[in-house]
């Protein structure tokens, strides 16, 4: 309720909603003021307030406006410096420390630091900032120096999982953590800290799970659950999703299956499956389903392409033709025919070729030997068992290219 009132109140100020005295100082606020007012929207969008969105653009602006609007060679105390640097590395640029070059170059403390900030480009972050000590810089101002050095090196070093160790452990809450906890998933995924992934991942889920900028942090999870491949892990992974919301944890999870079904990683599709029941969203007395009966049947199919028996596969490829493309959402009708080709390859693969069909006509001219039925059973259901395991193979493979685009696509509008 506080941050919504905090939003409410600032998105009315830029829009003039709320007028100021006429006699008003020019500047009413401080450059620390208007700095962490800025910041404090970046807070209630990295928590998931996703209508102050809208306002971050504006409110930039203007903070911007005001920083390099101030006089010059007025005197500022340390506490007004260090957000003016902690603004100009977060994307405010060089021009907001223009007005304040006499201060800085007046401060024994933060000469040498806004020195190099003002030299400061995406492109040499890395460089410039290798050798500040953050912890002696301390505050907000050290945690921004770590996590724009941190997420401008190389994901396997060790320094950058230091830095933006740092910056997790300073700022609690806040869109520096978010932006540190990505890039961490990166490294460790990288580096193969499962534990790490892992910890950082439910971190993420827990906190920041709703936060506009999640969609990376899904990515992530799907890359991770590709990499690392042992029960532990799938376990782990499983406790991670279940902290996410309903629709993005639904969402999330069909995600890493699509991608299990994709690269043949039938050990994760079942893992993600086990769960499927526990995850789904609480159903209410007046649902209100995301889509139509046909695109869920559609999709369900799509999704446990990677482990149909060929009977079950021409129930699949019966069911899906009965589909009339007109009910389905527009993606999902691509999905579909898509999944119909893919179906037609499987029993395509299950007819009898050439060779199969002169073993069979010799195996009918030799005389018929008596077996023991429980003999014939286990070795029946073993040449069954060694038999989808080949189809599925060359299915996985030919499915790869078909359904990239499809995949793609589904990603794109979840």
């Given at each position: 309720?506080?941050?919504?009132?905090?939003?409410?109140?600032?998105?009315?100020?830029?829009?003039?909603?709320?007028?100021?005295?006429?006699?008003?100082?020019?500047?009413?606020?401080?450059?620390?003021?208007?700095?962490?007012?800025?910041?404090?929207?970046?807070?209630?969008?990295?928590?998931?307030?996703?209508?102050?969105?809208?306002?971050?653009?504006?409110?930039?602006?203007?903070?911007?406006?005001?920083?390099?609007?101030?006089?010059?060679?007025?005197?500022?105390?340390?506490?007004?410096?260090?957000?003016?640097?902690?603004?100009?590395?977060?994307?405010?640029?060089?021009?907001?420390?223009?007005?304040?070059?006499?201060?800085?170059?007046?401060?024994?403390?933060?000469?040498?630091?806004?020195?190099?900030?003002?030299?400061?480009?995406?492109?040499?972050?890395?460089?410039?900032?290798?050798?500040?000590?953050?912890?002696?810089?301390?505050?907000?101002?050290?945690?921004?120096?770590?996590?724009?050095?941190?997420?401008?090196?190389?994901?396997?070093?060790?320094?950058?999982?230091?830095?933006?160790?740092?910056?997790?452990?300073?700022?609690?809450?806040?869109?520096?953590?978010?932006?540190?906890?990505?890039?961490?998933?990166?490294?460790?995924?990288?580096?193969?800290?499962?534990?790490?992934?892992?910890?950082?991942?439910?971190?993420?889920?827990?906190?920041?799970?709703?936060?506009?900028?999640?969609?990376?942090?899904?990515?992530?999870?799907?890359?991770?659950?590709?990499?690392?491949?042992?029960?532990?892990?799938?376990?782990?992974?499983?406790?991670?999703?279940?902290?996410?919301?309903?629709?993005?944890?639904?969402?999330?999870?069909?995600?890493?299956?699509?991608?299990?079904t994709v690269n043949a990683r039938q050990d994760l599709f079942f893992a993600i499956?086990?769960?499927?029941?526990?995850?789904?969203?609480?159903?209410?007395?007046?649902?209100?389903?995301?889509?139509?009966?046909?695109?869920?049947?559609?999709?369900?199919?799509?999704?446990?392409?990677?482990?149909?028996?060929?009977?079950?596969?021409?129930?699949?490829?019966?069911?899906?033709?009965?589909?009339?493309?007109?009910?389905?959402?527009?993606?999902?009708?691509?999905?579909?025919?898509?999944?119909?080709?893919?179906?037609?390859?499987?029993?395509?693969?299950?007819?009898?070729?050439?060779?199969?069909?002169?073993?069979?006509?010799?195996?009918?001219?030799?005389?018929?030997?008596?077996?023991?039925?429980?003999?014939?059973?286990?070795?029946?259901?073993?040449?069954?068992?060694?038999?989808?395991?080949?189809?599925?193979?060359?299915?996985?493979?030919?499915?790869?290219?078909?359904?990239?685009?499809?995949?793609?696509?589904?990603?794109?509008?979840?």
């Open positions: 309720m506080k941050r919504a009132l905090v939003s409410s109140l600032i998105a009315m100020s830029l829009n003039g909603m709320i007028a100021l005295p006429t006699d008003a100082a020019k500047f009413e606020l401080e450059p620390y003021e208007l700095v962490r007012s800025f910041q404090r929207i970046q807070e209630e969008i990295a928590l998931g307030d996703r209508h102050a969105l809208g306002m971050q653009k504006e409110l930039y602006k203007k903070v911007r406006q005001d920083l390099i609007a101030f006089e010059r060679d007025l005197a500022w105390d340390e506490r007004n410096l260090r957000a003016v640097l902690t603004f100009a590395i977060g994307g405010g640029g060089r021009s907001v420390l223009r007005p304040f070059e006499r201060s800085f170059l007046d401060s024994e403390t933060l000469k040498d630091l806004a020195i190099k900030v003002n030299s400061l480009t995406k492109s040499n972050a890395s460089e410039v900032l290798a050798e500040i000590d953050v912890q002696q810089v301390g505050g907000t101002l050290g945690a921004s120096i770590a996590l724009i050095r941190g997420l401008n090196s190389e994901p396997e070093l060790a320094s950058r999982v230091d830095d933006l160790d740092y910056v997790r452990m300073s700022l609690p809450g806040t869109l520096h953590e978010e932006s540190a906890l990505r890039g961490l998933l990166v490294s460790h995924r990288q580096r193969g800290s499962e534990d790490k992934f892992l910890r950082i991942a439910s971190r993420y889920a827990r906190i920041f799970g709703s936060s506009p900028y999640s969609i990376q942090f899904s990515n992530e999870l799907v890359e991770g659950s590709l990499a690392f491949d042992d029960d532990a892990f799938h376990a782990g992974l499983v406790e991670v999703i279940d902290f996410l919301e309903p629709v993005p944890r639904v969402a999330l999870r069909d995600r890493i299956a699509r991608s299990a499956e086990k769960v499927s029941v526990e995850m789904e969203p609480q159903t209410t007395s007046e649902p209100m389903p995301l889509m139509g009966g046909a695109d869920q049947k559609v999709l369900k199919i799509y999704n446990t392409l990677g482990v149909l028996s060929v009977p079950e596969a021409e129930k699949a490829l019966s069911a899906l033709q009965m589909i009339v493309p007109t009910d389905l959402k527009p993606e999902n009708r691509t999905v579909r025919k898509i999944t119909i080709q893919a179906l037609q390859s499987i029993l395509q693969q299950s007819q009898p070729q050439l060779g199969d069909m002169v073993n069979v006509e010799t195996e009918k001219t030799m005389p018929a030997k008596p077996t023991p039925p429980a003999m014939s059973n286990a070795m029946k259901a073993e040449a069954d068992m060694s038999e989808r395991a080949e189809k599925l193979d060359m299915f996985v493979q030919e499915l790869r290219g078909k359904i990239d685009g499809v995949d793609a696509l589904l990603e794109t509008i979840e």
